[in-house]
């Protein structure tokens, strides 16, 4: 009989593409299985009798483990991060900030030009009943939920990787020693003119809720080469889209002019900054989150609502590559793992 306090979510790195390999790592998260990792047809048939669909003829046409939905399980920490941003944004190589402390920063700034470089993993999913692996797990978008009232954070993946197979759980992996939660009342809210200057000017008393979803553009891909599952995968347009709740005061209803000007039009480009800041590492830097984006307000609405009172604007900026900074949405992450 399976155990819900039994069950874990583990995974190792691939070193190539769908090849699958042992766990090495626990990540404190849920990842249900899919319903249906493959596409069973049963064709309708005139056959002379009532039920045409036959069975008989029955046949798996596409397998694809998809909606494979990494999630923290209570609450997201830092150190699930970057295996996340490894596996949807691009491959990332960290760099200690301060010599020895551990404080590793992770940075995914979109990539802009060339081919895609991302991570796939073997993912782990079981309880004492049943394990089971799927092989070539990539992230085709990331979701930062943060509510600075109630201190809430989290974070979740939506993934897809080759099939679900029957395995047996790779043991012997120890549970985290090591675990920074996310509050969302430690964040703070940025826009600026400038993806250079972004980061400048923060919007003090002001955001009561983000959420963030970035489209990381990875795919898979399937051709005509004699097999059902995946062959491949690529990597399309990386979009991203901000939803901020901010109770309303002067600085919130000078920037709604930038939606509303006084005058004409026009659109102007905002640059927006999340950072969400956790303990010190050591004696070095703090575990810190960081959402940069380069975006236009498509959507305002004032007098959104309100809490205990106070007045909230509830508000949209859509994501886009800003020219002059060469850039449109970036996540770095500094927390104490060295590696994926």
């Not at 394990?131 to 990331?142: D, K, M, N």
């Not at 005509?224 to 901000?242: E, F, M």
């Not at 609502?305 to 106070?310: C, I």
Request: aromatic share 6%; hydrophobic share 40%.
């Amino acid at each position: 009989m399976g155990n819900a306090v039994f069950r874990k979510v583990q995974y190792g790195k691939e070193s190539s593409h769908g090849t699958p390999v042992a766990a090495d790592t626990m990540l404190l998260c849920r990842a249900p299985i899919p319903e249906a990792d493959r596409e069973v047809h049963i064709p309708t048939v005139d056959m002379g009798v009532r039920t045409n669909r036959l069975l008989d003829a029955a046949v798996v046409r596409k397998v694809l483990a998809d909606g494979v939905t990494i999630e923290d399980a209570d609450g997201a920490y830092f150190e699930m991060l970057p295996v996340l941003l490894s596996m949807g944004i691009l491959n990332i190589t960290p760099a200690e900030q301060t010599g020895g402390e551990g404080d590793y920063l992770w940075t995914a700034a979109a990539p802009q030009t060339g081919a895609e470089t991302v991570d796939s993993v073997t993912l782990e999913i079981g309880d004492d009943s049943q394990g089971y692996e799927i092989a070539y797990c990539l992230c085709r978008s990331l979701n930062f939920k943060i509510d600075c009232v109630s201190g809430e954070v989290h974070v979740s993946a939506n993934c897809f990787g080759d099939q679900v197979t029957p395995t047996t759980l790779t043991g012997a992996i120890s549970v985290p020693s090591s675990v920074e939660m996310m509050v969302g009342s430690l964040c703070k809210l940025y826009i600026d003119d400038t993806w250079a200057g972004v980061g400048t000017t923060e919007f003090a008393s002001s955001l009561i809720s983000a959420d963030v979803t970035i489209e990381t553009g990875v795919h898979p891909k399937f051709f005509g080469s004699g097999q059902r599952t995946l062959d491949s995968h690529g990597q399309n347009a990386i979009t991203a889209v901000a939803k901020l709740t901010l109770e309303r005061n002067a600085t919130v209803v000078a920037e709604e002019a930038y939606y509303r000007p006084a005058s004409g039009h026009a659109v102007t480009t905002r640059h927006m900054r999340l950072e969400l800041t956790g303990g010190q590492i050591g004696s070095g830097d703090n575990h810190t989150l960081v959402i940069d984006m380069a975006g236009v307000w498509t959507g305002w609405q004032s007098l959104g609502s309100e809490l205990d009172g106070n007045t909230q604007d509830v508000v949209t900026l859509t994501g886009g590559y800003d020219v002059t900074g060469a850039q449109g949405v970036s996540v770095a992450v500094t927390t104490d793992v060295a590696s994926i």
